[in-house]
């Protein structure tokens, strides 16, 4: 097996031939298996009484992740509050504390503008800085990428879709032509690993030393496994070290596979690169026994942080000193108006790092269930201002199909399907045995959605209104019942049954 389309990666797996292992093929083919017979299933009932177009073991459960979350944001009640700010000036610098409460007292937030009045009344006398606290915290560098790590960088950076990412690191991996070569750059795109092969790391410590200095070079960080995590493939990272993007760029007439390019080069190197080092200085602001706090952090050591950073420093540095004991001038007490918000909804890359959360899906999958779930064919969801909305039609099948397969539904159960996966590759479990036992929780859930088929083509007492011929109860495509005429597809007579 290699990684990436490289001479050297192809030269070794060649040295390394080895006999096919059947447990992974029983695993594969238990994986098709079960997705057929689910989808036989889904898609035919589905289609027939909701109009739905398909369903499946993975994206019918994504599917409810999404309206899970839009029932939560519509039956969400917000809830107002108040955050409390000192301002106060020094050296013609404004600088501003948030209220925390008392040490006897820690609070968040304040519920109500009485609260807000009656602190304010509390502070009678001056603000005084009692207490400077100083620790030096280090910030280690994420990993290397996974699949569900890159996406989300990739929509968050360059603004990219789950589709649009995948196609240029698509073409990343089957590679370019380089002073006549053609080999890939980054290696093999599906993988839920974080892990830097061995064979990698004295490329990625000799280019970093010489770049950056002696001692510069650190173990590669790696993530934490999940339970579910296969591992077949390493991180997703460059193939060369020496291949900047600016280099890349002279050979590549393409900017954004430049920019997608640089996203990786930059996290594999930095993810092998020292911590950086913050100073975090606390300020303990007290009036009576009032509590205001101030938090500085400043840079340094940036270590990694030469190279990438995703994110400023929380805090802003305070360039002015304060003494313990010293009084403030010039304060005033400010309170802003706030209110709770529910989650967001899901965006792409939200959605794909809540599937790995949940261990819903593979990386091989996640950009086609995000395809899928969007897919206008299907009616389902559809993007508004980047956030996947679930329709009524999307909403009703996972209604119906929890209402009728609560079990197979279930996040829990689709991930230990996952795991059941996992352990036929690793030989643990038999695949038979557990196609088996599949099928006997399938038909326990046929029997129980019988009892939610409705019926139809039933006569009714209803009469045409075109053509006066009795009527029929029918279905809609978009699942809905309605009376229509028994004459049809000559008449298309129809009355609404609500």
């Known amino acids: ?90 050296n013609a610098v404004e600088f501003t504390a948030k209220y925390v409460g008392t040490d006897l007292k820690p609070i968040k937030r304040l519920s109500s503008q009485d609260e807000v009045n009656e602190v304010i009344g509390k502070c009678t006398g001056d603000f005084i800085v009692k207490n400077i606290s100083k620790k030096i915290r280090q910030e280690s560098p994420k990993p290397p990428f996974s699949t569900d790590t890159f996406l989300q960088a990739a929509a968050n950076r360059l603004g990219l879709s789950v589709q649009a990412a995948t196609d240029c690191i698509q073409k990343l991996y089957d590679g370019v032509d380089i002073n006549g070569e053609h080999f890939g750059i980054v290696t093999y795109i599906r993988t839920d690993s974080t892990f830097i092969s061995e064979d990698f790391i004295p490329e990625l410590k000799k280019y970093i030393e010489s770049t950056y200095g002696k001692g510069t070079f650190v173990q590669p960080r790696q993530g934490a496994k999940s339970e579910t995590a296969q591992e077949g493939h390493e991180a997703l990272r460059i193939t060369d070290p020496t291949l900047t993007p600016d280099k890349l760029a002279l050979y590549l007439n393409n900017d954004l596979l430049v920019k997608v390019y640089k996203l990786i080069w930059e996290r594999t190197i930095a993810s092998a690169m020292p911590n950086a080092e913050i100073e975090e200085v606390t300020y303990d602001i007290y009036n009576n026994d009032q509590k205001f706090v101030l938090i500085s952090n400043e840079l340094v050591k940036p270590g990694y942080r030469d190279l990438y950073c995703e994110d400023s420093l929380e805090n802003a540095p305070v360039k002015e000193s304060f003494a313990k004991g010293e009084k403030l001038e010039h304060t005033s007490l400010n309170p802003v108006a706030k209110a709770t918000k529910p989650k967001p909804r899901y965006k792409e890359a939200s959605l794909i790092k809540e599937m790995k959360a949940q261990e819903i899906g593979r990386p091989s999958t996640y950009k086609s269930t995000v395809v899928t779930e969007l897919d206008p064919s299907r009616g389902y969801c559809e993007l508004v201002e980047k956030e996947i909305t679930p329709t009524d039609r999307g909403i009703q099948v996972v209604n119906y199909l929890v209402k009728t397969f609560g079990d197979i539904m279930q996040y829990e159960y689709t991930k230990q399907m996952e795991k059941s996966l996992d352990d036929i590759a690793t030989g643990k479990l038999n695949k038979l045995d557990f196609l088996n036992s599949f099928m006997d929780t399938l038909n326990e859930s046929l029997e129980h959605a019988k009892q939610f088929l409705p019926e139809e083509d039933e006569t009714c007492d209803k009469i045409c209104p075109l053509c006066g011929a009795p009527m029929t109860i029918r279905r809609s495509r978009f699942g809905k019942l309605f009376y229509g005429c028994t004459n049809y597809p000559k008449c298309k007579g129809i009355v609404n049954k609500d």
């Open 1 to 90: 097996m290699y990684q990436s389309i490289t001479k050297s990666a192809i030269e070794k797996s060649l040295e390394k031939l080895t006999k096919i292992d059947m447990n992974l093929v029983d695993s594969a083919e238990a994986r098709k298996i079960l997705d057929k017979i689910i989808g036989y299933v889904f898609s035919p009932l589905l289609k027939k009484y909701v109009g739905g177009k398909s369903g499946g073991r993975v994206q019918s459960v994504v599917l409810r992740l999404i309206t899970d979350r839009e029932a939560e944001i519509r039956n969400f009640i917000s809830e107002s509050y108040f955050d409390l700010y000192l301002s106060f000036f020094k």
